[in-house]
């Protein structure tokens, strides 16, 4: 059975879903979900926590830069991802005829 996804973990799970195979980092999903910071921090580290994403950290930044924590889709996380999400389509249009979630 899917699990249900709240509003700021939907916005997550689309952004990578769109590109499977790309890695991001914490604050490139702040800016593209609009999700606040430390939201973003606690989802990705669940979503990790429950083999939906990975992690790595890029030490190799230039001078004066921190290193970048990179989260990407499992093979398992892309379709628990896709479930997640075909999920949470239907329980909205089965709530509310004609909507669909934005």
Known sequence: MAQRVAGRTRKILELFVAEPRKERYGLEVVRETGVGVS???????????EGVLSS????????????HH??????????????RLQAAERRATSLAPGFAPA
């Open 39 to 49: 939201a973003v921090y606690a989802t990705l580290r669940r979503l990790e926590d």
């Open 70 to 83: 990179y989260y990407r889709l499992t093979n398992e996380g892309r379709r628990l991802a896709r479930e």
């Open 56 to 67: 790595r950290w890029q030490t190799d930044q230039p001078p004066g830069r921190p290193p």
